[in-house]
């Protein structure tokens, strides 16, 4: 199934299942009762702290990096 067929009410279920599996306080019905704009706010939220933290993971796996120039003898 194409994503352009994929019916709306699925997509939106996806969401609410995103969302409650990263907030476990959270319910499927709990996230209906609240306004579609917070909803989408908290998303947009998340992509960017995902976006942080992926980025601050990356620093700190290249600060275990050491560069040193290269000799002209190392071949």
């Known amino acids: ?11 939106l279920f996806d969401i609410d299942m995103t969302l409650c599996d990263r907030f476990p306080a959270l319910t499927p019905m709990s996230i209906r009762s609240t306004k579609a704009r917070d909803v989408f706010k908290t998303i947009v939220k998340l992509g960017k702290y995902a976006k942080k933290e992926k980025k601050e993971e990356a620093k700190k796996a290249m600060k275990h990096i050491v560069k040193r120039p290269a000799s002209d003898t190392w071949f």
């Open 1 to 11: 199934m194409n994503v352009d067929d994929t019916p709306l009410s699925e997509l």
